[in-house]
């Protein structure tokens, strides 16, 4: 049976594929700069929205054939192989991500080994540990002269999710009052603390703004609000990253592209933006916001965008 065949026979499988061509593989993926990054990434994840879409509709576009993540041959020999007898370790990208499950960082890319070095944390906070990680993969990975010939890291992103369980936990701690207090003794009140301040506390003022006061804890605005503090702690935490980049020195800083989106487990796609009818799919990333103003800007944007109820 042709793949054009299979589009049109609903009983058909609907694959998702790595392949490795022994005879012809594809070239090792080495990004010229951070936006050649960026672009393979939002590549992949496009890959993944086509897959998903094909699940639901039940069978690919007539015509479209089904989407294939090629595999180099460095990836599937594990070559070059450093001195202690493993393969090089030589991610193109750093993504900070949520723990949830619903949010695989390589999958959701159509990434494969060796490709992303994660840092995943409940609410892609950035804590101490989180700095640690993200400092080691850029003085590891990011000079040339760590890998002559080879690949080095050129992006870091943030990517949030809609549905977010550490943002529910965030604002719930924060409308339930002294209730929720036993939660900023524990280890999640980290967590929590990180995700309101700025991004719950702008999400607030800027619902009440818009809608009145009270809006913000008026249960009707409920997921609104998640949605914006979703996107807002994604371009804070891109802004964070950035800081730590620059910090690193301009060779680092000139090299490392910083970006943030926000995965949708609802079609897999990323956006760095919420769909509207007019604009479903917006760009996957975007640059992160300069200072609180510029978040600001942002809030009003994402908030606009949402469409909250009475609007
Ligand atoms: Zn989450």
Redesign the pocket.
Known sequence: MSTTDETTDRRAPIDFTYRFQPDDPKPFFIPRDWEDASVYLQGGNHLIVRFYEACRRGAYKPGSRPPIVEISASEATGLPVGDDGLPVQMPFAVVLG???AR?PTELLFGQEFNDIFNIRV???VLAEEGVGSLLYALRSFVPESAHPGGRSLKLAAVL??R?????KATVKAFQSGPTAASIFGDPIGSIVTKIAAPALALASELLDESYGAGSSSDPRFLSCLVEMIVYLNAAWGAREVREWVDGEGPEIASRVGVVYGVFDPEDWRVRSRPATSEDPAPETFAAPPKDLEGLRAFGREVLARLRPPGS
Not at 163 to 167: D, L, P
């Open positions: 949520c723990s949830d949010v409940a609410g892609n949030g999710h549905g977010c369980g550490a943002v």
